[in-house]
């Protein structure tokens, strides 16, 4: 299934859009990034789908609360936040987002939700 990235880029404050395969290859991307940006960020994003899974599993294990399956994350810094979704993901503006749309949004571009 291809992500609409034409869709999370109308997103308040987001400035790129992506989308990934499970071993970090860059399938698209749109905004203002070097293709070397944008594949780096894909493989970033892989890597901490499957780190991120992992730990899930685990507090799911350890601590008997549902934390399967993963479904996203952020990660935010500075003025910025990476937000990703199965194989989706934005980067976007801090203070401009609205972090609840954005998730709903890519939740249902990258069929987790």
């Given amino acids: 299934m291809a992500v609409n990235l034409d ?10 859009a992506g989308e990934f395969g499970p071993d970090g290859s860059l399938v698209a991307y749109t905004g203002p990034l070097s293709e070397e ?5 894909a493989l ?3 890597a ?3 780190m991120l899974r992992m730990q899930a599993e685990v507090y799911s294990r350890y601590t008997g609360m ?3 399956p993963l ?10 936040a990476v937000c990703v979704m199965g194989n989706a993901g934005v980067f976007v503006k801090s203070d401009e987002a609205d972090f609840n749309q954005i998730f709903r949004e890519l939740g ?3 069929g987790v939700l």
């Fill in 7 to 16: 869709r999370l880029m109308n997103l308040r404050g987001v400035f790129a």
């Fill in 66 to 68: 549902q934390w399967t």
């Fill in 48 to 50: 901490n789908n499957l």
């Fill in 108 to 110: 249902q571009e990258a």
């Fill in 71 to 80: 479904r996203g994350w952020a990660v935010a810094a500075g003025d910025y």
């Fill in 37 to 41: 940006h944008a594949a780096m960020t």
């Fill in 44 to 46: 970033m994003c892989a």
